[in-house]
């Protein structure tokens, strides 16, 4: 057992459903599933900005809560140095979006059509387009891992590696499946990582729902580390029995611990968003 903590560390009116969060020195940046646009939350002086992310999108106010047959599904956010990559999570067709956003220039630098790469990480992984549900993404510069969360019938949790001079036509996949832990016999699924160094850490929630489209009930959250060389799981620790906790991001790493900042998915339309901190040992 790892040792942790968890806090409620302050709420964020006008955001609604988080799905994904980074943090920047004093900035908070996030997306959420229901909304077309990337949120910055300057942590000091409480102040709330938004960036369109997609084309037609030039009305932000009309942008955050979009209706779910039509919504782009923003669910991971990847980053390396000044640039944050947003990733749709292929679920249905129109959620096969990835954004390209520049967070010093607060521009948005290209917005890529990646179903070809869905397609072929299905193919890949043998996973069938209903059960294809992109939830985490790390991008180190050379190579992505995106995150498949198994919560669809065949619970297939897995992290495809991504190489190549492109997303769209030059690249190749390898993919690794995982089983991990499980609440009331029901098997947690990836909603987010973060590399630190060599390892990964991920987050994994349990919904007891078999669909990649419907919510369920959420019965907690866990905390779990991978080796980057062995793709290995170290070890999972929950953290949670009622959150869904979907958002990762480092805020500051001790030589024996490492603090997180969380953020949850409430499955609603209230624009509120709860930010925490997970404190955990090495």
């Avoid at 992109?134 to 019938?153: D, M, S, V």
Wanted: hydrophobic fraction near 35%; proline fraction near 2%.
């Amino acid at each position: 057992m790892h040792k942790f903590t968890l806090e409620l560390l302050f709420q964020i009116i006008g955001i609604g459903s988080a799905s994904g969060l980074l943090h920047r020195e004093n900035a908070l940046f996030l997306i959420s599933d229901n909304s077309s646009v990337l949120y910055e939350y300057n942590i000091q002086n409480e102040q709330l900005d938004t960036y369109p992310l997609l084309e037609g999108a030039a009305d932000p106010a009309k942008q955050k809560n979009i209706p779910k047959k039509i919504k782009p599904d923003f669910e991971s956010i990847a980053v390396f140095g000044e640039d944050c990559y947003i990733f749709g999570s292929g679920s249905t067709e129109n959620r096969n979006k990835m954004v390209h956003f520049n967070t010093n220039t607060k521009e948005k630098v290209a917005e890529v059509d990646v179903t070809d790469l869905y397609l072929v990480m299905q193919n890949f992984g043998n996973i069938k387009a209903d059960e294809f549900n992109i939830e985490g993404a790390i991008y180190t510069g050379e190579k992505w891992f995106l995150f498949n969360r198994g919560n669809g019938e065949s619970r297939k949790n897995g992290i495809f590696t991504v190489s190549g001079k492109n997303l769209t036509d030059d690249f190749s996949v390898l993919y690794n499946s995982y089983t991990l832990p499980a609440i009331k016999g029901i098997q947690s699924s990836f909603t987010d990582a973060v590399q630190v160094r060599d390892k990964i850490y991920f987050l994994s929630t349990v919904e007891n729902t078999a669909s990649t489209y419907e919510d369920g009930i959420v019965y907690g959250s866990f905390i779990g580390r991978i080796d980057i060389e062995k793709m290995k799981i170290d070890f999972t620790q929950k953290i949670s029995s009622k959150h869904k906790f979907e958002g990762l991001s480092v805020y500051t790493e001790e030589e024996k611990s490492i603090e997180f900042y969380l953020c949850e998915d409430n499955d609603t339309n209230t624009l509120e968003s709860n930010i925490y901190k997970l404190t955990i040992a090495k």
